[in-house]
Nanobody, 117 residues
């Protein structure tokens, strides 16, 4: 059974930073493309960043230059470093173990990120 556990969300002021973590179970890590999605209030879930094997990470235009996705293979964990956060980044952020498939793979429970002064 696939398991993903996100953490690191919280309340931050505009311009601030947060780092999200997603630890995965052994049976799903690294098989497909890991990535992060988010769902803002009243909006569809959208792909934020993905880290394909052997190629460059991909980012949504809205976060390019501000967010960085990385992977720690030894700990089966991916991270999303978020800098210069904006109120429009407010959303529930979800980790996904098959982020580029349609539909995507298994979801974690999500972690809330709120950007507000």
């Amino acid at each position: 059974q696939a398991q993903l556990a996100e953490s690191g969300g919280g309340l931050v002021q505009p311009g601030g930073s947060l780092t999200l973590s997603c630890k995965t179970s052994e049976n799903i890590y690294g098989i497909y493309t890991m990535g992060w999605y988010r769902r803002a209030p009243g909006k569809e879930r959208e792909l934020v960043a993905a880290i394909p094997h052997g190629s460059e990470p991909r980012y949504a235009d809205a976060v390019k230059g501000r967010f960085t996705i990385t992977a720690d293979d030894a700990n089966r964990t991916i991270y999303l470093q978020m800098n210069d956060l904006k109120p429009e980044d407010t959303a529930v952020y979800y980790c996904n173990a098959d982020a580029l498939s349609s539909p995507p793979g298994a979801w974690g429970q999500g972690t809330q990120v709120t950007v507000s002064s």
